[in-house]
């Protein structure tokens, strides 16, 4: 990761704002499961495994794929996907799946 995008990550998600809810988080993983397994762990390799993914990083990166500002790879699959989460889902998937061990 750039340094200078790193840097406008760490201003922009401070990582003491996070207030996802962890059971709402696995209530709306359904949709997730499809690829990135029903337990975070993807049987697919080209779909990254989300179990016990940093918190502030899944915030950024779905936060990125709604903005459109991810391309390339899949985001294809996930930019429809992510525009269609609110700030409170991001919030409660990124709880949810980081707090998977």
């Known amino acids: 990761m750039?340094?200078?995008i790193l840097g406008l990550v760490l201003i922009a998600f401070p990582l003491s704002t996070f207030a996802g809810d962890?059971?709402?988080g696995k209530a709306k993983s359904a949709t997730c499961a499809a690829c990135h397994g029903a337990n975070g762990i993807s049987?697919?390799?080209v779909y990254p495994n989300l179990q016990g993914q940093h918190e502030g990083y899944?915030?950024?990166a779905l936060n990125a794929y709604k903005a459109g500002?991810?391309?390339g790879g899949l985001s294809a699959v996930m930019v429809p996907q992510a525009t269609s989460l609110s700030d409170q889902d991001i919030e409660d998937l990124?709880?949810?799946y980081?707090?998977?061990k």
Do not use: G, H, T
Request: proline share 5%.
């Open 69 to 71: 500002q991810r391309q």
């Open 22 to 24: 962890i059971e709402a």
């Open 98 to 100: 980081s707090s998977l």
């Open 58 to 60: 899944l915030v950024s």
């Open 43 to 45: 049987n697919v390799p």
């Open 2 to 4: 750039n340094i200078k």
């Open 94 to 96: 990124a709880a949810y």
